[in-house]
C-alpha cells in the first residue's frame, strides 16, 4: 500500500470518529435514521462539508447535498455518494466511510485548488439501513423517482407516517418529484465491503460489479389474545408458536434453495413484533421482516412465490393464521457500468493499489442511482468480515486508499465525460 496518497488520511480518519461519537450513548454505534441522535451526525456532516468548501442543501427527499460548482454552467454533476444512518447497535463505518471519503475527497480538491468541468455532490443519503419503516434506501429510491405513495404512506410503531418523517428530516413531500436526478453525469459510492474476501486475499480495493437484489416481505400472524394462567393448552391461538414455525420453515426453505446452484441466495427474520409481548398474555398477533437476496432475479422470485403455501402448511394445526404476506420493497439485481469499472481499476493501478472485481450481497444506496446513471462503487477491506456489529473496524491507511481512488477516478472522469 502506498503512502503518499492525495488525501489527508488523518483528517478523513478524525471526521469517521467524530461522526462516531454521535452515538445512543448506552448503545455504541447507533444513530439510526430519522432519530434525533441521526440529526446530530447530519449536522456534523453538513458543517464538515461547509468547511471543505461545498454549498449545502437537503432536497425534497431528504438526502443532505454538498455541492461544488463546475466550469461548465451546464455539466452535471458527479456524484460521490453513502449514508450517514446505522443499524441498531452498529459500527463506525458502514455508509459513514463512504460520506466522509467523499468529504475529503472535496477538502483534496479546494486544497489543491484543482477546478473540475463538472459539479461534485457529495451525498448522505437518508436512511440506506432499513428503517422503522421497514424501508431501506429512502432518500436514493426517490432520487431514482422510485418512492411509491404506499411506501410513504408507511407508519412506524408509534403512528408516525413516512412522509410526515421525511419532512421532519428536512425533505417537502409536495416537492418529492423534484428529487428525481436526470442531471447525473456518474455515481460512484465508497464502502466498507462487510465481508471476508479482501482482508482474507490482501487485496486493497474491491471493484464492485453487481449488487443482489433484495425483496422484503411483512408477514403477520395472528391468533387470538387471551388469559396465560386460565386458557388450556387445547384451545390456545398463540400467535407466537405459529410465528416461530414461520421463521423455522423460512430457515429451512432458504438453507435448501442456497445450496441449490443459483448463485448468491440468502433469506432472514431479522425484525419481529410480538403482541401485546407479556408474560401473562397468550401473544394474539406477530409481525416479521423478511430480507431475501438473490443473485439470481428468477430465483429470488421463485422463494416470493412459493412462500405463502409454504407458510400456511407450517401454521397447519397450530390454530393461527397467515394475515398478512406483503412485499413492501423489491429492489432488482443492480448491475455497475463498465466503464467505471475500468475508470476505478485504472485509478487503484495508477496507486499502487491492489484491486480485484467482486459482486456485492449487502445493498446499497448505489443500487438506485445505476437507475438513473452510470454507477459503480469500490470496497474496502474489513477487519474479519465483521460488520452490522460494535466491532466493525477498518484501518485510516484503508479507507484513505479508498478515498484516493475515488479522487483518482473523479479527476479521470472529469476528463473522459467532458
Ligand atoms: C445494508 O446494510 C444491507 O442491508 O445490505
Ligand atoms: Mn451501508
Ligand atoms: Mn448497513
Same mark, same amino acid.
Given at each position: 500500500?502506498?503512502t ?7 483528517g478523513?480518519?478524525?471526521?469517521l ?15 439510526r ?9 447530519r449536522? @456534523?456532516?453538513?458543517?464538515?462539508m461547509?468547511?471543505a468548501g461545498?454549498?449545502v ?9 454538498g ?11 458527479i ?30 480538491l ?5 477546478e473540475?468541468?463538472h459539479?461534485?455532490e ?12 421497514g424501508?431501506?434506501?429512502? %432518500? ?5 423517482? /422510485? ?8 407508519? $412506524?410503531?408509534? %403512528?408516525?407516517r413516512?412522509a410526515?418523517?421525511i419532512?421532519?428530516m ?7 418529484? $423534484?428529487?428525481?436526478r ?9 464502502? =466498507? ?13 474491491? =471493484? ?13 400472524v395472528?391468533?387470538?389474545a387471551?388469559? /396465560? %394462567? ?6 390456545r ?6 410465528g ?5 420453515a ?13 448463485g ?7 425484525? @419481529? ?5 407479556a ?10 421482516l ?5 443473485? $439470481?432475479?428468477? @430465483? ?12 400456511q ?6 390454530g393461527t393464521r ?10 432488482l ?11 476505478l481499476? %485504472? ?19 448505489m ?14 477491506p ?6 452490522h ?30
Amino acid at each position: 500500500m502506498r503512502t503518499n496518497l492525495p488525501i489527508d488520511e488523518t483528517g478523513l480518519w478524525d471526521d469517521l470518529m467524530a461522526l462516531a461519537a454521535r452515538t445512543e450513548p448506552d448503545r455504541p454505534w447507533t444513530r439510526r435514521a430519522f432519530s434525533p441522535m441521526f440529526l446530530e451526525g447530519r449536522a @456534523f456532516v453538513a458543517a464538515r462539508m461547509r468547511e471543505a468548501g461545498l454549498a449545502v442543501r437537503i432536497d425534497p427527499a431528504g438526502n443532505l447535498i454538498g455541492r461544488r460548482e463546475g466550469r461548465r454552467a451546464d455539466a452535471r454533476a458527479i456524484v460521490i455518494g453513502s449514508h450517514s444512518d446505522t443499524v441498531p447497535d452498529g459500527g463506525r463505518f458502514d455508509g459513514t466511510a463512504g460520506v466522509m471519503a467523499g468529504i475529503a475527497v472535496a477538502r483534496s480538491l479546494a486544497r489543491d485548488g484543482r477546478e473540475l468541468d463538472h459539479a461534485v455532490e457529495i451525498i448522505d443519503c437518508l436512511a440506506e439501513e432499513v428503517s422503522i419503516f421497514g424501508l431501506s434506501c429512502i %432518500g436514493s429510491r426517490a432520487v431514482a423517482g /422510485a418512492l411509491s405513495a404506499e411506501q410513504l404512506n408507511r407508519q $412506524e410503531p408509534t %403512528g408516525e407516517r413516512l412522509a410526515a418523517a421525511i419532512e421532519r428530516m428536512g425533505g417537502s413531500i409536495d416537492h418529492l418529484g $423534484e428529487a428525481r436526478r436526470t442531471d447525473i453525469a456518474a455515481y460512484l459510492e465508497l464502502h =466498507i465491503e462487510q465481508g471476508p474476501v479482501l482482508a482474507d486475499q490482501r487485496r486493497d480495493i474491491g =471493484i464492485v460489479t453487481a449488487i443482489a437484489g433484495i425483496t422484503r416481505i411483512e408477514i403477520t400472524v395472528e391468533g387470538r389474545a387471551d388469559h /396465560a %394462567g386460565t386458557t388450556p393448552m387445547t384451545l390456545r391461538q398463540d400467535a407466537l408458536a405459529g410465528g416461530a414455525a414461520v421463521v423455522t420453515a423460512i430457515a429451512k426453505d432458504a438453507r435448501r434453495r442456497a445450496a441449490a446452484g443459483h448463485g448468491h441466495f440468502v433469506a432472514t427474520v431479522g425484525e @419481529f413484533r410480538i403482541e401485546p409481548n407479556a408474560a401473562n398474555v397468550v401473544p394474539g398477533r406477530v409481525t416479521m421482516l423478511v430480507d431475501a437476496r438473490a443473485e $439470481e432475479r428468477g @430465483f429470488l422470485e421463485g422463494f416470493v412465490t412459493e412462500l405463502p403455501p409454504l407458510l400456511q402448511r407450517a401454521l397447519g394445526g397450530t390454530g393461527t393464521r397467515l394475515a398478512d404476506f406483503r412485499v413492501i420493497s423489491d429492489a432488482l439485481p443492480a448491475l455497475s457500468d463498465p466503464m467505471l469499472l475500468d475508470v476505478l481499476e %485504472g485509478a487503484s493501478d495508477t496507486l499502487g493499489l491492489d484491486a480485484m472485481r467482486m459482486a456485492s450481497g449487502a445493498g446499497h444506496d448505489m443500487a438506485w442511482f445505476s437507475r438513473i446513471a452510470p454507477a459503480a462503487m469500490i470496497f474496502i477491506p474489513s477487519k474479519d468480515g465483521r460488520s452490522h456489529t460494535p466491532e466493525e473496524w477498518s484501518e485510516p491507511g484503508e479507507i484513505a486508499a479508498g478515498a484516493a481512488v475515488l479522487h483518482e477516478a473523479l479527476l479521470r472522469l472529469d476528463t473522459m465525460l467532458a
